[in-house]
């Protein structure tokens, strides 16, 4: 398999040949091909006969092997956990509490990938961990950030520490006050996982930062869900997802920025998912009721 450490974009190395030598290798090329420059998407890929290039057929192994890699490369927790210590640490934290390390019921990468069940639930040392640790005693939390690894760990070991300092500095930049839980670290985890975690918690919200499915052209994509009053048995339903945040997709300050309007709507209105609605691209004027029939009124 690939290198899982190797960008995604390093397949553009073997399809970026000029035109000149694609044409001395009998390449017929797609006139769309220009518009690859704007797109990771596989259009304008050319011909060779009847068949694919040999160079685009060796990108797209390249690219398969990479989203393979994505979902069996297990997370390094150590690494990660002293990446999250140190944002603490520089949010203003005092270095005593570091990131809390939990397991799903899903006991290896086989299991996790064949019950997907039992990975929305604690084992019993982590549910024990929460419920009977110092954690369960306390009082009432604006938010709990959960970092799960998912079904891609490189994701979770490239964007999710940054990304959850960009956070905390918006959170800290914020009118309102947010009283944090401990971060939680959570391997062979699903998106709902986080429903039990914030119910443990205490915590009025939870935010689910995860490894999502590889595509062909982004192994490395880190989706966010957001879910008020989280417990057991929640819906996706009531979920608010922010997907794609990688340097090629979502950039970790604009996801950041997207994350702090939906809490701070979640908590305005108490509620997330369908009801809640991502707005933070326009200017919209709110009612105070619901809005009459025009062709009747």
Known sequence: MAD?????????????????????????????????DFTDARIGLG??????????????????????DAVHLPLDVDSLCDELN????????????????????ASDRITYLQRPDLGRRLDDASHKALGDGAD?????CD???????????????????????????ALAQDAEDWVLARLCVVEQGRVAIGDEIGALLNA????????????????????????????????????????NVRPAGLQLDEASRRALYLLREARRL??????LKDRSD????????????????
């Open 282 to 297: 326009s200017n919209v004027i709110e009612h105070d009721s619901e809005p009459g029939n025009f062709l009747i009124s």
């Open 204 to 243: 009025r919200a939870v935010l689910v930062l995860i490894g999502e499915r590889p595509g062909l052209s982004s192994p490395d994509s880190l989706g966010l869900y957001l879910t008020w009053n989280p417990k057991p048995g929640t819906t996706d339903a009531l979920r608010n997802c922010i997907s």
């Open 143 to 169: 938010l709990a950030i959960v970092v799960v690894d998912g079904l891609s760990s490189r994701a979770v070991q490239a964007h999710a520490a940054p990304f959850v300092k960009a956070l905390a500095f």
């Open 136 to 140: 369960a005693a306390q009082k009432t």
């Open 86 to 105: 140190d944002v603490v640490d520089s949010a203003g934290g005092d270095g005593t509490t570091e990131p809390l390390r939990l397991h799903s019921q």
């Open 4 to 36: 899982p450490t190797d960008r995604s974009d390093s397949q553009s190395d073997v399809t970026k040949a000029d035109p000149a030598s694609r044409r001395e290798a009998g390449v017929v090329d797609n006139p769309w091909r220009a518009l690859r």
């Open 270 to 275: 108490e509620l997330s998912g369908v009801k």
């Open 47 to 68: 011909r060779a006969g009847v068949s694919l290039p040999t160079d685009e057929m060796l990108a797209f192994q390249l690219a398969h092997a990479q989203a393979r």
